[in-house]
């Protein structure tokens, strides 16, 4: 129904106006030709910032998925390989979505804010507990190989990955909110 006053009243715009939107001009909007002028290099940095900043998201939700797997399989890391390989797999994962945040162009004159700035400051959160969660997790399975319990830090490998695996969440669902 939205769609049907929307096209109606389109029409009878375009029907009662007195001029026709095919008789306007740059000129008539107020616009010079040189205000639509576009510096090809700028642009090739748009698109490549764009381009990476697309696969950024689709791998940091890929990641997501990958991460909770990890974090499900957690209880039979004792007993097989799964959370180890889910691990891994999340872990390459992850580095790879950072890679596309990194490596993307970001123009001079622009600043974070909002949803950004928050996404921007968690990565500063998870990205050193994704480098300690691996190395934590192969101490503590070769402590479980050996039949010791882990001590220190080691045993700490459950909350650490817990805390990474929360503020990523939180960094991912910062920009589905507009703060």
Request: aromatic residues 10%.
């Amino acid at each position: 129904m939205k769609k049907l006053i929307f096209v109606l009243l389109a029409l009878s715009a375009f029907s009662f106006s007195p001029i026709s939107f095919a008789e306007l001009s740059l000129n008539d909007l107020s616009f010079k030709q040189e205000d639509l002028k576009v510096d090809p290099q700028a642009l090739k940095i748009m698109e490549e910032r764009h381009s990476k900043l697309q696969l950024h998201q689709k791998f940091g939700l890929a990641t997501m998925a990958a991460m909770t797997a990890t974090v499900i399989l957690s209880g039979t890391a004792k007993d097989n390989n799964a959370h180890k390989i889910a691990g891994i797999t999340t872990g390459l994962m992850y580095w790879t979505t950072a890679y596309f945040s990194l490596s993307a162009p970001k123009p001079e004159g622009i600043k974070d804010s909002g949803s950004t700035q928050i996404h921007r400051a968690l990565a500063w959160v998870h990205a050193p507990l994704m480098v300690l969660t691996p190395i934590l997790g192969y101490l503590a399975k070769e402590d479980a190989n050996k039949g010791k319990e882990s001590k220190g830090i080691v045993k700490a490998h459950g909350g650490i990955a817990t805390a990474a695996y929360l503020s990523f969440m939180a960094a991912g669902l910062t920009m589905y909110f507009d703060f």
